[in-house]
């Protein structure tokens, strides 16, 4: 895509006189392929052009890639069914599969990992709690699936990170404005279930 989007519709200011209520909120998990995977695909598109960024390879106004496929996506509908925000997250045994896969090189990560990416949030739902729904959510998942840590990287900014932060992630690196929206980026680990024993056994001997 060029830039990292994860969050980054969320952490916009100016999001109209609009007042909605996240208790109005229905939030749905949904395996590989949706029935609304093309609706999501066109929200991202939505709330990408809103900031500005045009993801290369958009399609027919919506953006996908390999992982829609194997992913598992938390979205929120409102009252009358529309989706107003949607996120992902997908399980990997190996370093290379992670999307984004360039931001987390040289970073000691335990496997299988679970990668969080594609935040994107309806612009009269900005600033209103959405994506600490979705991220709830997310690391119900990444749990459940028996990931030992999660992954995520964003372009939102400081908000977004203070976010994620907030749930236990760990900032790894900064990301350069070239490599986001011009926002402060950061790539960020949450360690799940990771013991040292289980990731340096020789370094323990019996007696």
């Not at 969320?10 to 995977?37: F, S, T, W």
């Not at 598109?45 to 953006?63: D, K, S, Y």
């Not at 496929?69 to 989706?83: C, K, M, N, W, Y």
């Not at 984004?100 to 709690?129: N, T």
């Amino acid at each position: 895509m060029g830039v990292t989007t994860e969050g980054v519709a969320e952490a916009a200011v100016g999001c109209g006189a609009i007042r909605h209520d996240v208790r109005e909120l229905r939030i749905e998990r949904l395996e590989g392929q949706p029935a609304c995977l093309a609706e999501l695909q066109t929200l991202r598109v939505q709330a990408w052009t809103t900031l500005g960024v045009v993801p290369r390879g958009t399609v027919h106004g919506r953006w996908g890639d390999s992982h829609d496929s194997h992913a598992t996506h938390v979205v929120a509908r409102d009252l009358g069914g529309a989706i107003v925000a949607a996120a992902r997250i997908c399980l990997h045994a190996h370093p290379a599969e992670l999307p984004d896969a360039a931001h987390y090189r040289g970073l000691d990560l335990a496997f299988p990992c679970a990668a969080i990416s594609r935040m994107v949030v309806r612009p009269d739902w900005w600033r209103r709690g959405v994506s600490n729904l979705l991220d709830a959510v997310r690391l119900e998942v990444a749990s459940e699936q028996g990931a030992e840590c999660v992954v995520g990287c964003t372009s939102a900014g400081v908000r977004r990170i203070a976010a994620l932060e907030s749930l236990g992630f760990e900032l790894q690196r900064q990301m350069s404005r070239a490599q986001t929206t011009g926002r402060p980026g950061a790539v960020l680990v949450r360690v799940l279930r990771c013991s040292l024993l289980q990731r340096y056994p020789r370094a323990v001997h019996t007696v």
